[in-house]
């Protein structure tokens, strides 16, 4: 019994220096990942697909599967009933604002490093997502969206904006990327990393001049 005690009074004190020296002030230093990279760092070419990706992604599985099957257009044979049955759970936009928040680094750096076409290509892909966006969920947030990191109850909680002011929004960055593009080096550009054209700067203007014509024409009826 002697025994028992002796060692439960050696284990307790063992516990209690572990916790003694485990709280030091080493407890206050951020843990770093030495192969991490630095946000200002980044590389526009390896963020690029990273926007590009997920959005084509997410805009086929939109089109192909639940809106295809909300409006008959398609019917799948077998174990989708979701599909068949109209069986969906709700969905929200998360995933398209996680892409933003990649997007906004991309125009970041673009604008710090000076290359027009990788601008051109955030701008155009923040109207192509935020227009998703629109489109499906009405308003949303815009103007504050994405801006967590900046700190303030404006930015963590951002308030929704009308349509008709993310409309706006859509058609004045295209603009500006259209014009980026129509004289941007394409130089900088790494063509693997551009998923959707190899890099070739008439296909993007051409991309974003027709994204502004789909805006033009969903605001048409209530501004013509």
């Given amino acids: 019994m002697k025994n028992l005690i002796h060692t439960k009074k050696i284990f307790l004190l063992s516990i209690g220096l572990l916790l003694a020296t485990a709280c030091d002030d080493q407890l206050t230093e951020m843990n770093i990942n030495p192969n991490g990279i630095d946000p200002s760092d980044a590389n526009p070419n390896l963020l690029m697909p990273a926007v590009l990706a997920p959005a084509a992604q997410q805009y086929l599985e939109m089109g192909f599967n639940n809106m295809a099957g909300a409006v008959q257009h398609t019917q799948k044979n077998g174990w989708y009933s979701a599909h068949n049955h109209y069986d969906w759970a709700a969905s929200d936009w998360n995933g398209w604002y996680a892409m933003l928040r990649t997007n ?66 859509i058609i004045a960055d295209l603009g500006r ?31 974003a001049n027709s994204l502004l014509l789909r805006y033009y024409m969903r605001i048409s009826e209530k501004k013509p």
């Avoid at 673009?110 to 892909?125: I, K, N, Q, R």
């Avoid at 935020?130 to 909680?157: C, H, Q, R, S």
């Avoid at 004289?183 to 190899?198: E, Q, R, T």
């Fill in 104 to 169: 906004e680094l991309l125009e970041t750096r673009a604008v710090e490093m000076d290359f027009d076409f990788f601008e051109g290509v955030a701008l155009t892909m923040k109207s192509f997502i935020f227009g998703n966006i629109t489109d499906i969920w009405g308003d949303a947030p815009y103007t504050n969206a994405v801006k967590g990191d900046l700190g303030g109850e404006e930015f963590e909680y951002p308030a929704f904006d009308s349509q008709e002011a993310i409309y706006d929004g």
């Fill in 177 to 207: 990327a259209a014009e980026l593009f129509a004289s941007a080096d394409a130089s900088v550009v790494n063509s693997s990393a551009d998923l959707y054209f190899g890099g070739n700067v008439q296909q993007w203007e051409r991309f």
